[in-house]
């Protein structure tokens, strides 16, 4: 069987199991798109077809795009990667680390031992956490009232580190920091700033946080899948009127249009004559930015997320913008590939020495779905069956 047979035949099996109630998939290379297919429902019951121009929520795949949108301002002069990131934002300077709680259950804090960076933001190593991910930073916010980083308030923008900036690696609110020293470099407001500088350029017509009338008729709806295994509609939309623009996860988005995105890195920061980063600064997107720290696994304190690891048992690292596997993996993606993720079970990956980039998507949560996630790793490694 060809590339569209092997694929169609691992998706389409899925959906008509029930294991998933819609999927979208898409495959391209430096050239253009190789595959791209839907199988399934929009959202389960309604008879509403899973279709290729479907919008979904990207979750923390938004992390990449407001990732390339600092360093646009880096390689424009306007950011800096090692600088102090205070200097940009302020109240970055005003946050301490988290050394317990006191006999009233308050949190105590003192200063950092330096100053955090763009650099470290980016990496995930400037000591900012998730609440869904640390018990620490849930009672922190338990104890505070501080909203989920999902309610858009500036408040939970203020938490507390949990380690000193560059200590290691800790999954957490870094990128939407990000996003605010990017709306302040700029003097745009985040999506403003995406829509001229990324999506326009790029033809991602059918990307923004806020969700456009076109872009609600496609849209899909989120589901979550119960202890016994079922999938029920589980409705979530991210506040359409928010304090901040989440750059950690707030754009809804297509996978056509996110293999646009992709393609542009394969094509080392071009699309269609179109040029967003400079080659010099794309080939920095696939290095290690964290030194000696390693990115590793998580525990789920939330019932959106299951424990998870990408390739657990193997050394991985991040970029400006992505996680970097050392080592092949066994759905055949080289060392050196690049790949994250969004919580609704959506998945993509860059590959720069095949020339590949892929892109899945489903709407089911808690992330790493007992389901959703092996049909993303059958999906990758059907890929590979038909090159090598």
């Not at 008509?16 to 050239?31: F, I, L, S």
């Not at 297509?254 to 004559?273: A, E, K, P, S």
Request: with cysteine; aromatic share 10%.
């Amino acid at each position: 069987m060809g590339m569209k047979e092997t694929l169609d035949q691992i998706l389409s099996e899925a959906s008509e199991q029930g294991d998933v109630p819609g999927v979208v998939a898409t495959v391209g290379n430096r050239e253009g798109v190789l595959y791209e297919a839907a199988f399934g429902e929009r959202c389960l019951g309604e008879g509403h077809t899973m279709n290729v121009d479907t919008v979904w929520w990207i979750a923390s795949m938004t992390k990449a795009i407001t990732s390339v949108a600092a360093v646009q301002c880096v390689e424009r002069g306007l950011l800096e990667l090692d600088a102090p990131a205070k200097e940009v934002c302020p109240e970055l300077g005003d946050i301490g680390v988290l050394e317990g709680f006191d006999e009233n259950g308050q949190p105590n804090t003192r200063p950092p031992k330096c100053d955090i960076t763009l650099r470290q933001l980016l990496t995930h190593t400037a000591g900012f956490g998730y609440d869904d991910f640390n018990p620490d930073m849930q009672r922190v916010h338990d104890v505070l009232g501080i909203p989920s980083v999902l309610d858009c308030k500036n408040r939970t923008l203020t938490v507390p580190l949990l380690f000193d900036p560059g200590e290691r690696w800790e999954y957490g609110i870094n990128i939407d920091w990000v996003g605010k020293l990017v709306e302040a470099a700029s003097g745009k407001r985040l999506g403003e700033y995406f829509r001229q500088n990324i999506f326009e350029p790029l033809g991602m017509n059918s990307t923004a946080f806020k969700i456009s009338d076109s872009m609600r008729s496609r849209l899909a709806s989120t589901h979550f899948r119960g202890e016994d295994g079922q999938l029920t509609v589980y409705p979530l939309e991210v506040p359409q009127d928010p304090e901040f623009e989440m750059g950690g996860g707030g754009l809804y988005s297509t996978v056509q249009d996110y293999l646009h995105f992709l393609r542009m890195v394969l094509n080392y920061g071009q699309l269609g004559g179109n040029r967003v980063l400079t080659p010099e600064n794309v080939v920095s997107l696939g290095l290690n930015h964290m030194g000696d720290c390693r990115v590793t696994g998580f525990n789920s304190f939330t019932k959106f997320a299951n424990d998870a690891e990408f390739f657990p048992g193997m050394k991985k690292s991040w970029s400006l913008a992505f996680q970097i596997n050392h080592e092949s993996t066994d759905t055949g993606r080289p060392a050196g590939g690049l790949m994250w993720a969004g919580l609704a079970n959506s998945y993509f990956w860059i590959d720069q020495s095949s020339g590949l980039a892929g892109v899945y998507a489903t709407q089911i949560f808690p992330f790493a779905d007992k389901k959703s996630f092996p049909l993303y790793l059958a999906f990758e490694k059907g890929v590979y069956s038909q090159i090598i």
